[in-house]
Structures are given as structure tokens and as C-alpha cells.
């Protein structure tokens, strides 16, 4: 007969929390759910009051697509990686972050679509960022040679602590960029 969690003289947050700890992935709330021998919708109230408690410290409950993980908080990347020795992130090109705010305001997306966008092709920077993990393939579009389509990953996300797309700020141009585009239509 195996234990539950009421069994124990751990609480349910606990739980979870040691499971997300040592989980090597992100995951569901019904995965967590059967392991502790509890309804899904328990373990999804207690992530909220986990997250509740990870507030302003120096990890958090990221949850993307339905799937939870334990992560360090994203103000901290740079401290941790100077506690590692690791070398600062790599900063992206002006042609990678432009491509990759095409991808998360447009996704799903194919590559020319995205060159339509940015006028120039975009092969070698699309390929930079799926191998950064930034951009996934998640399928293929309907038009003709079936393009793959592109979207953000859950890396993504995690990288910009955000817990889903929706979390995008609205798409905004910068007046300058808008006088800048208006007076090249002048010419």
C-alpha cells in the first residue's frame, strides 16, 4: 500500500516543490497529480500558492503550455552565471531580435513570410535561433512546398520570464521608427 500525501507531515506545496526540483523537465499538473496520489485541480492550487511564496526570490514556478518547472528567476541569470564562470550571454543581432519579434507577434510563421517582413532573407538567422533554442519548427503551413512553420519555445518564454505568449507586451513601433518609415515613403 503505498503512501499519500496526507499521510505525510509534508504539506502539498512541498511536495510538488521537491518533485519540481528534481524533475528533468517541465511537468503537467495531472502528472504531478497521480504521483501525490491527488486531484489535478489540488496540485494546480498549490502551485499558485508556491508561486505566491516564490515571489521576489531567486527562483520561481514557471509554467508554459501547461507544464510546470522549477527555474531560477530570470533577474538572476546574470548573477548566477557569474557565480559559474560562465561567459555572459551572447547578445543577439539587430537581425536575430528583429526576426525573433516577428516569430513571437506573427507565430505561427514560415520563413518567407518572415523574409516579406524583413525584405532580406532570413535563413541563417532563423537557423541561429532554433540552435539557441529560441525558435522551434512546430509544423508545416498549407502553401505550396508546405513551408515549416516557426514559433517560440518554451526556452523563450523562460528566457524573458514569461509564462505564455499572451504575456507579450502589445506591439508598439517607436515614433522615431515610424517618422524614420514615413519620410523613406516621402522620398
Avoid at 557565480?83 to 510563421?109: C, N
Avoid at 515549416?148 to 499572451?166: C, K, R
Amino acid at each position: 500500500m503505498s503512501e499519500t500525501i496526507e499521510d505525510q507531515k509534508y504539506s502539498l506545496e512541498a511536495a510538488i516543490e521537491a518533485m519540481l526540483f528534481v524533475a528533468g523537465e517541465p511537468v503537467t499538473a495531472r502528472e504531478l497529480a497521480a504521483a501525490l496520489n491527488v486531484k489535478p485541480v489540488a496540485v494546480e492550487e498549490a502551485i499558485k500558492i508556491l508561486s505566491n511564496q516564490y515571489s521576489n526570490r531567486g527562483l520561481a514556478v514557471q509554467e508554459s503550455r501547461g507544464r510546470y518547472q522549477l527555474t531560477t528567476a530570470s533577474g538572476m541569470a546574470e548573477i548566477v552565471e557569474s557565480f559559474l564562470g560562465l561567459e555572459t550571454s551572447s547578445k543577439l543581432s539587430r537581425a536575430a531580435i528583429e526576426t525573433l519579434t516577428i516569430v513571437a507577434y506573427q507565430q505561427p510563421v514560415t520563413r518567407p513570410r518572415i523574409d516579406s517582413f524583413r525584405g532580406v532573407n532570413s535563413d541563417g538567422v532563423i537557423r541561429t535561433l532554433v540552435s539557441k533554442g529560441l525558435v522551434e519548427e512546430v509544423g508545416r503551413g498549407e502553401g505550396p512546398g508546405r513551408p515549416v512553420l516557426y514559433a517560440t519555445s518554451d526556452e523563450f518564454l523562460q528566457h524573458f520570464g514569461m509564462n505564455s505568449i499572451s504575456e507579450l507586451p502589445p506591439f508598439v513601433m517607436d515614433d522615431e521608427v515610424i517618422e524614420e518609415n514615413n519620410n523613406l515613403l516621402k522620398d
